[in-house]
């Protein structure tokens, strides 16, 4: 039986369609086309709270006037293994594409090397920006901060983005190791799917206004906050991500940016960070088989599945039979194209 609500779309349809939107809202073609595979990705992936949910949010932060779509980032060379990059207001997508070829070229001369992206807007999931590393054989870590939305450990006020960090490791034989996550117990994209489905949150995710614990997303959404993911351990974690994303990179803190004269502005205007390494220097040239050797023993020893697994096979099934759009959920985004 066919499922009616239901539409499955090839990736590069997706991309298309997506490209021709950024570009009908001022984002230049080069931009736009980057961000299309981004954001197409993440829907084949099944990263859903970074796919094209997240359109309506880019198209009312780009005609708010809060972020130049046909920004042109700035590429330093600043020390042996250091490359920065004023993002001039765009995306930090493109900053990391045009900052791409010299960091790896850094990273080849001395196994490592630092990326400092700074004034650029990050509305996307992560694993994007590391996994492509891990296929070249690098060893990639890359944290961005965004919207303080996130209260500190036994704190009133927020402070932090929700500040994910991303790793990303050749394996052997699979796949790259990669993981993607939050230091908030929840990403604030998943906060927002949940209000919309009518859906109660775990235990422990967030406050209301008057800073109670409440299950409720609508409450979070509305004058709460979230909590960092594990106590204080996750608290620490949101808080280097700060110190690397905006301190070391001169982008602003998640709750230092004001985009109030920008009605609309929904994208965090901060900054990334990336360490790559060349695990060849390691010394040790069975490197991939390591990882593959350590992954395998979590599985042996009874973890369910590794971070990624879920995305590997939804981007299979994706490939196989086309990403799969809800009929609203397609609708909602041409009725968006042609608006
Ligand atoms: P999740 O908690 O859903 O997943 C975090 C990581 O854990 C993923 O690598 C995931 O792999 C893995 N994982 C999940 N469940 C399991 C399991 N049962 N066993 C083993 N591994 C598991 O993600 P978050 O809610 O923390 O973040 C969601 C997204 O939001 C991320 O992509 C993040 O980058 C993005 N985000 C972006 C921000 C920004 O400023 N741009 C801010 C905050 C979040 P898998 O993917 O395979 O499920
Ligand atoms: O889901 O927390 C999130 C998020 C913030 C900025 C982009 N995504």
Not at 25 to 30: A, I, K, L, Q, T
Not at 134 to 154: F, R, Y
Not at 250 to 261: A, C, H, I, K, N
Not at 318 to 339: C, M, V
């Given at each position: 039986?066919?499922?009616?609500?239901t539409?499955?779309?090839?990736?590069?349809?997706?991309?298309?369609?997506?490209?021709?939107?950024?570009?009908?809202?001022?984002?230049?073609?080069?931009?736009?086309?980057?961000?299309?595979?981004?954001?197409?990705?993440?829907?084949?992936?099944?990263?859903?709270s970074?796919?094209?949910?997240?359109?309506?949010?880019?198209?009312?932060?780009?005609?708010?006037?809060?972020?130049?779509?046909?920004?042109?980032?700035?590429?330093?060379?600043?020390?042996?293994?250091?490359?920065?990059?004023?993002?001039?207001?765009?995306?930090?997508?493109?900053?990391l594409?045009?900052?791409?070829p010299?960091?790896?070229?850094k990273?080849?001369e001395?196994?490592?090397?630092?990326?400092?992206?700074?004034?650029?807007?990050?509305?996307?999931?992560?694993?994007?920006?590391?996994e492509?590393?891990?296929?070249?054989?690098?060893?990639?870590?890359?944290?961005?901060?965004?919207?303080?939305?996130?209260?500190?450990?036994?704190?009133?006020k927020a402070?932090?983005?929700?500040?994910?960090?991303?790793?990303?490791?050749?394996?052997?034989?699979?796949?790259?190791?990669?993981?993607?996550?939050?230091?908030?117990?929840?990403?604030?994209?998943?906060?927002?799917?949940?209000?919309?489905?009518?859906?109660?949150?775990?235990?422990?995710?967030?406050?209301?206004?008057?800073?109670?614990?409440?299950?409720?997303?609508?409450?979070?959404?509305?004058?709460?906050?979230l909590?960092?993911?594990?106590?204080?351990?996750?608290?620490?974690?949101a808080?280097?991500?700060?110190?690397?994303?905006?301190?070391?990179?001169?982008?602003?803190?998640?709750?230092?940016?004001?985009?109030?004269?920008?009605?609309?502005a929904?994208?965090?205007?901060?900054?990334?960070?990336?360490?790559?390494?060349?695990?060849?220097?390691?010394?040790?040239?069975?490197?991939?088989?390591?990882?593959?050797?350590?992954?395998?023993?979590?599985?042996e020893?009874?973890?369910?599945?590794?971070?990624?697994?879920?995305?590997?096979v939804?981007?299979?099934k994706?490939?196989?039979?086309?990403?799969?759009?809800?009929?609203?959920?397609?609708?909602?985004?041409?009725?968006?194209?042609?608006?």
């Open positions: 039986m066919t499922d009616k609500t539409i499955h779309l090839p990736y590069a349809d997706l991309v298309a369609l997506l490209q021709s939107m950024f570009e009908k809202n001022g984002v230049s073609e080069h931009n736009a086309k980057i961000l299309a595979e981004n954001c197409a990705g993440c829907e084949r992936d099944g990263s859903l970074h796919g094209i949910f997240r359109m309506a949010g880019y198209i009312s932060s780009l005609n708010s006037g809060w972020i130049d779509g046909k920004a042109v980032p700035e590429v330093e060379d600043v020390g042996p293994a250091f490359v920065r990059v004023d993002a001039k207001g765009g995306f930090a997508q493109p900053a594409f045009a900052a791409r010299r960091l790896i070229e990273v080849k001395n196994g490592v090397a630092v990326l400092a992206i700074r004034r650029s807007h990050h509305f996307s999931a992560l694993w994007p920006d590391v492509p590393f891990a296929e070249e054989g690098l060893v990639a870590l890359s944290v961005v901060n965004s919207m303080a939305c996130v209260v500190p450990h036994g704190g009133r402070v932090f983005g929700t500040n994910p960090v991303a790793f990303a490791s050749p394996r052997a034989g699979a796949a790259p190791f990669v993981f993607d996550q939050a230091s908030s117990a929840i990403a604030h994209g998943d906060v927002q799917i949940a209000a919309r489905a009518g859906h109660e949150l775990k235990p422990g995710m967030g406050v209301d206004r008057e800073g109670q614990p409440t299950n409720d997303p609508k409450e979070i959404l509305d004058g709460g906050a909590l960092p993911f594990g106590g204080h351990k996750g608290n620490s974690i808080l280097m991500v700060e110190i690397l994303s905006a301190a070391l990179t001169g982008g602003y803190f998640s709750g230092e940016f004001d985009w109030s004269g920008h009605k609309g929904q994208t965090p205007f901060t900054g990334q960070f990336f360490i790559v390494i060349d695990p060849a220097r390691g010394g040790n040239d069975v490197f991939a088989e390591r990882v593959a050797g350590i992954c395998d023993l979590v599985l020893a009874g973890q369910e599945r590794l971070p990624g697994d879920r995305r590997h939804t981007r299979a994706s490939e196989k039979d086309g990403i799969p759009l809800s009929i609203d959920g397609y609708d909602t985004l041409r009725a968006l194209a042609l608006s």
